[in-house]
């Protein structure tokens, strides 16, 4: 028999993904459902739960099907964890088109575009004048990015998943590692309260503000999802408020910040934790220089000094949270200015956080690694060098897998632009920062994203945003996997 075959176990595999995926098939089924509650507040919109009933009635009944073993599964392997994971990410967006197709009237490809963009927490959207479609639509986008946000799979944990090493692997597949609490299950719901708490405190804070409730429901969910939907076309830039500008920064930085130190902050009720994160400290100085030089940028071109400051502050932490909220038309900006905010994308937010990018813990240790490599070469030999970073322990693998994830991630962002630019003839920086907002499910945009886009960019950001929420690697194994699978199939004995 064909040898892959005897390697993969694919019929181990297909059992245990099968079962995996079957009971994170069950959360998204409830997920679906969970808009249909609006209607109590707006019933005139009652028409349009069926939309939501019925797949979400149908999604928890096959995943129930799928998954009715999954409480036997004592173990799986970390491939088999990365292909449910990453499945599970394309499988929901699919399955999440039926209310953008039936009550949006959008084609299916701009609807699995606005399904993707909101479970992935990025915010590129193909849907305009949001002010002209019902509430329970605009609260679907925003409750996918909510759940996206602390993660389908960490959700799962929390609900679903039976305690032990599969639970373990599918945390670490979902691009998560730490762990608040000795168990998991523990960590998740413990990291689900502070998000359900820090939620419902932005909710409290835009109402207060002047803020409809409906409103201050939509933005705290996806500001501190930092996914960056908006229920208007003009994003915070609608509301025209300084005061709601800081609370959405504000949410914007917790979304962005490790939910350990979330954890150090609520037991220890003290501010110490977080400026002692090497992560957070980084943000800050990105953040410093980023707002420095595109306020500079911007009141030598074309806006007054105050609304440059305020411009810069505000997109510039909008883009290294990866939140994707706008106070302004960034197309209308000069080309450093794009870039430096394309450049914040790119590093990303906090590792263990609701951001995404590269992520400032891997930007901090190929920093550190550089200066770790000229002590080597300067120190006597067998000198041992410490390699620690803030409180972060590394070993030389971990330093590799962080090189290794950095260049993959670089040469995709670097291979999405060029073909983003060939076939749209625009310019280099736009391009790359279209790119960018996909690949670090950021949602800032310069124009590009539109329903004018070709079809095949479409689908090119569509990849880049499952790609780059699930930190490159789960998705290439599962790629890897089932071209395999497909295979061995079809190969002889």
């Not at 933005?219 to 501190?224: A, V």
């Not at 996914?227 to 962005?256: R, V």
């Not at 090119?460 to 295979?487: D, K, N, P, Q, Y």
Request: proline fraction near 2%; charge should be positive.
């Amino acid at each position: 028999m064909f040898k892959v075959r005897k390697f993969i176990g694919i019929s181990q595999d297909l059992f245990v993904v099968k079962n995996l995926i079957g009971s994170l098939l069950q959360g998204i089924g409830v997920a679906y459902l969970i808009p249909a509650l609006l209607i109590w507040v707006y019933p005139r919109e009652i028409g349009y739960i069926y939309y939501f009933a019925v797949p979400g009635a149908l999604s928890v009944l096959i995943g129930a099907w799928w998954g009715r073993h999954a409480r036997q599964i004592e173990d799986i392997n970390l491939r088999q964890a990365m292909v449910s994971s990453a499945f599970v990410w394309l499988l929901a967006s699919l399955i999440s088109v039926v209310p953008f197709m039936a009550i949006a009237k959008m084609p299916f490809v701009d609807s699995w575009f606005e399904a993707m963009s909101a479970w992935t927490g990025t915010g590129l959207t193909m849907m305009h004048n949001l002010e002209s479609y019902p509430h329970i639509l605009l609260f679907w986008r925003s409750w996918m990015q909510w759940l996206g946000g602390i993660g389908i799979v960490l959700v799962a944990l929390t609900i679903l998943i039976h305690p032990g090493v599969a639970a373990a692997r599918l945390y670490k597949a979902e691009a998560r590692s730490e762990r608040i609490l000795p168990n998991l299950v523990n960590t998740s719901k413990i990291i689900f309260e502070i998000y359900l708490v820090l939620t419902l405190l932005g909710v409290y804070l835009y109402y207060i503000n002047g803020m409809s409730l409906f409103d201050a429901t939509i933005h705290s969910m996806t500001g501190l999802g930092t996914g960056g939907m908006s229920s208007h076309d003009l994003s915070i830039g609608y509301f025209n408020s300084l005061s709601i500008e800081a609370i959405t920064i504000f949410l914007m930085i917790m979304g962005a910040t490790n939910f350990t130190v979330h954890y150090k902050l609520f037991k220890e009720r003290s501010l110490k934790a977080f400026f002692q994160d090497i992560q957070v400290r980084y943000m800050f100085l990105f953040l410093f220089i980023a707002i420095a030089l595109i306020t500079y940028n911007l009141f030598g071109v074309t806006h007054s000094l105050g609304a440059s400051i305020r411009q810069a502050i505000f997109h510039s932490v909008s883009a290294v949270t990866c939140t994707g909220f706008g106070i302004a038309d960034l197309s209308k900006y000069p080309e450093l200015s794009k870039f430096l905010i394309g450049f914040l994308m790119v590093i990303g937010g906090g590792a263990g956080s609701t951001a995404g990018g590269i992520k400032l813990i891997r930007i901090t240790l190929m920093y550190e690694s550089l200066k770790w490599t000229l002590q080597e070469s300067i120190l006597p030999k067998g000198a041992v060098i410490k390699r620690k970073v803030g409180n972060y322990i590394f070993s030389e693998a971990e330093i590799q897998e962080v090189l290794s994830f950095t260049m993959t991630y670089v040469a995709l962002l670097i291979l999405g632009t060029v073909l983003m630019m060939i076939r749209l003839n625009t310019k280099l920086v736009d391009a790359f920062f279209e790119v960018a907002s996909a690949q670090g499910n950021v949602g800032l945009s310069v124009g590009l994203t539109s329903p004018a886009l070709p079809v095949d960019l479409k689908v090119l950001l569509i990849m880049h945003m499952w790609i780059g929420r699930l930190e490159i690697f789960s998705t290439l194994v599962f790629l890897v996997s089932t071209a395999i699978a497909f295979a061995s199939l079809f190969s002889r004995d």
